[in-house]
């Protein structure tokens, strides 16, 4: 022992290893702490936020079924049969197409049904009764037509009833529905209303993947009672009774190995509870466990460093596999040196995830931002967070880019959307100082400006305008690229939804005749008048119905650049253009095969027309649409029953008594077969047909003649003028005398 004191060599050897054992000590302690610790708070700290976000995206749903619900309402035909008490069929018709259209709005929507006196059911597939619905089509053990009629009948408020297993009568079929019944205690209309809500549409629109590993969501209603679990068996009785709710604050409790957090939203009252495992699963005794390995390791080190002082080699070693190392022949401090570089990668490996993660909410609290709600006060904090980073200058503009995919792109569509967010930032720098850039949805990017006084703005949109030129020439050569430029408000929160809004006008009231890339929002001016001439839409239809293409193509055309002249706006193009397409499709017979071609031509025009920048690219979609419309038409020019030969028979014989009976015999065929034909081919009846034919030139003869409306009546076949005059103000809105003062003017 006295050689062992004696020897200041090993003495140093034995406290340079307790200075390397305190080290490791504390650097490993460090590493727990942040491994394992942080994580769990951070991840914890994003499921709150996840969570939040899932329920506004379910409160956001039942407040889209509260619209339907609303719209449904809104229908005409506050009842459907006569006194006789039978059902007007043409009503229910048009009831059941506009429920359908309505309907096919929301995904998860599986069907609605209107019904008025409980017998006659109308859904968006057809009309039914209750007792086919409920006891052939939607089966459940827990309901059946019976309980459905007597609970629409009772006095109730809006009620959503627990998701449950439907299926026919068959047990085929089956779908996890939820029902949502109306109130009837505030009656807007007469119509009783139960909407169907598909279950797993509904949680694949909301993204639950999001959530913790481990943890579930309940949904309950205002009454407590679960409408939906994503989780079987749970049994929440004891847990619901431990809490009270406060309508402004949440609640939390932790219950064995799980927390339930829960939070009641103030749209409808609904509870949420979002149950996740208490930190990780066996945290503690994994925590515990490594600090008595650490504890063992470092009490281990230093006995061995007293004893292994004398063998140098067998420390070096044993702090070697502590590190990782192995037995492979070297320098043994190199290795060292190597393994604790490795720990130091990982770490900043960890911080770089960090990194991401903290990136990933400020964009959640910057589109969070945009929404316009209200929020909890933790989420305010956490916006309050964000100023520093998002607000630079006492003032701010938001600008928005585009990229639209050009046909035959390059590699250039291949780039992440995290990729082209970092190419643009950089690319905005260049010009302007104080400048963030987040990623919206698709290929659509906010840009948040820093400026210190408003008038500053005209700089700023000079230089932006300058970016969006320079990307167009060779940032990005395979897109096509458009800017729009807010205008300037103060560094707040509260503002920045007020100029998203500026951007989204932007985008729809942008000029359809300009040719610049760059929209400025102060510079729109709204444009009231439009060329939308409804004589001109009935003629399109004709020609198209009579196989006169050229002259239907000359119609669009027209229609296209008088409007263009008059720099409406883009949105009111993309609305023309969508009635004359709409008008088009209507004239098509085509046959039952070639109906998903109709659709697809529709979807691709309809997808194509929202993308066009200017009046040009409509006009193109519009031709292209018209050609491959016409193209499908089919009917036999030799043969008098087809659309060309009786629609220029009614132009040149509308002065005449054209009644049914004369319209068949001059077809060769029946007055029945006909009315039919003529219903189905021209999509009205025919008296509508020949009434509209007639006064079209009644309107000629009251703007250019000074002929009495008793001659014009006689002029364009009508038997008296009291006829006339009952028949022009009903289709016109005004009579004839009205009609040729107003025109005169």
Not at 320 to 339: A, M, P, R, T
Not at 379 to 386: A, K, R
Not at 522 to 546: G, W, Y
């Amino acid at each position: 022992m006295n050689r062992l004191i004696a020897n200041r060599g090993l003495l140093q050897i034995f406290f340079a290893l307790q200075l390397v054992v305190g080290i490791m000590f504390i650097f490993n302690y460090m590493v727990y702490k942040n491994s394992i610790t942080g994580i769990y708070e951070k991840v914890t700290e994003n499921n709150r936020m996840v969570i939040k976000n899932i329920i506004q995206s379910f409160d956001s749903s039942f407040a889209s079924i509260n619209n339907l619900m609303f719209n449904i309402h809104a229908l005409p035909y506050g009842q459907i049969s006569d006194s006789e008490g039978k059902n007007d069929m043409e009503k229910v018709i048009s009831l059941q197409d506009s429920l359908a259209r309505m309907v096919s709005t929301l995904d998860f929507v599986e069907d609605a049904i209107i019904t008025y006196d409980y017998n006659l059911a109308i859904t968006t597939q057809g009309t039914s009764s209750m007792e086919v619905l409920f006891d052939r089509k939607y089966t459940t053990g827990k309901y059946n037509s019976g309980f459905w009629n007597n609970f629409i009948r009772s006095d109730h408020d809006f009620t959503v009833f627990p998701a449950e297993v439907y299926s026919d009568i068959n047990g085929a079929n089956k779908r996890n529905l939820i029902v949502a019944v109306d109130s009837s205690k505030i009656k807007m209309s007469n119509k009783k209303l139960m909407v169907l809500i598909d279950v797993n549409k509904l949680l694949n629109s909301i993204n639950l993947k999001a959530m913790i590993p481990g943890a579930s969501l309940i949904v309950l209603d205002a009454n407590r009672n679960v409408i939906l679990s994503t989780e079987k068996d749970l049994d929440l009785v004891d847990i619901l009774n431990d809490v009270y709710f406060n309508p402004s604050s949440e609640a939390s409790l932790t219950r064995e190995n799980y927390e339930y957090n829960f939070y009641k939203s103030e749209s409808n009252g609904f509870i949420y509870i979002n149950k996740l495992p208490y930190k990780f699963q066996n945290i503690d005794s994994v925590s515990n466990a490594n600090l008595w390995i650490m504890y063992g390791a470092i009490l281990l080190a230093v006995v061995l460093s007293v004893l292994l002082s004398i063998y140098l080699y067998r420390p070096v070693k044993n702090i070697l596999l502590q590190l990782g190392g192995s037995n492979v022949k070297g320098n043994d401090f190199v290795k060292i040196h190597s393994g604790i570089l490795k720990v130091q990668r990982e770490n900043e490996s960890l911080k770089s995830q960090m990194n991401l993660v903290d990136e990933e909410i400020r964009r959640g609290v910057f589109l969070q931002a945009l929404d316009g709600y209200a929020h909890s006060r933790e989420y305010e904090m956490q916006m309050q967070n964000q100023y520093a980073y998002l607000f630079q200058c006492r003032h701010f503009v938001m600008a928005a880019i585009q990229l639209i995919p050009q046909e035959g792109a390059g590699e250039q569509t291949d780039l992440s959307v995290e990729e082209i967010t970092e190419i643009i930032e950089a690319g905005v720098q260049e010009s302007i100082d104080h400048a963030v850039v987040f990623h919206e949805d698709h290929l659509q990017f906010l840009v948040l400006i820093g400026i210190e006084h408003p008038s500053d703005r005209k700089k700023v949109l000079k230089s932006f305008e300058s970016y969006i030129l320079q990307t167009k020439g060779d940032t990005f050569t395979s897109f096509r690229v458009w800017g729009c430029v807010s205008r300037a408000f103060e560094s707040k929160i509260s503002n920045c939804q007020e100029a998203y809004q500026d951007i989204q006008n932007g985008f729809l009231y942008r000029n359809v005749n300009t040719k610049e890339w760059v929209t400025d929002t102060e510079a729109i001016r709204f444009v009231p008048d439009i060329h939308f001439p409804l004589q001109q839409l009935e003629k399109l239809s004709n020609c198209l119905m009579t196989g006169k293409t050229d002259e239907a193509m000359d119609i669009v055309d027209t229609i296209i650049e008088e409007n263009a002249s008059l720099r409406i706006h883009h949105h009111q193009m993309v609305h023309i253009a969508q009635t004359m397409f709409f008008i088009m499709l209507r004239q098509t017979n085509a046959s039952e095969e070639n109906r998903q071609e109709l659709f697809r031509i529709e979807t691709e025009f309809i997808g194509k027309l929202h993308d066009a920048f200017n009046y040009q690219e409509i006009r193109a979609l519009l031709m292209d649409g018209l050609r491959r419309i016409a193209a499908m038409r089919n009917y036999d020019p030799k043969s008098k029953l087809n659309p060309a030969f009786i629609s220029q028979y009614i132009e040149l014989h509308y002065m005449e008594n054209l009644y049914l009976d004369h319209m068949a015999e001059v077809l060769d065929t029946s007055s029945k077969y006909f009315s039919n034909y003529f219903k189905k081919t021209f999509g009205v009846n025919y008296v509508e047909y020949l009434n509209k034919v007639r006064l079209s030139h009644a309107r000629e003869y009251l703007k250019n003649t000074d002929l009495s409306i008793a001659e014009i009546g006689e002029k364009t076949g009508y038997t008296n003028s009291s006829t006339f005059t009952t028949t022009f103000k009903k289709y016109c809105g005004v009579s004839p005398s009205e009609y040729r003062k107003k025109t005169a003017n």
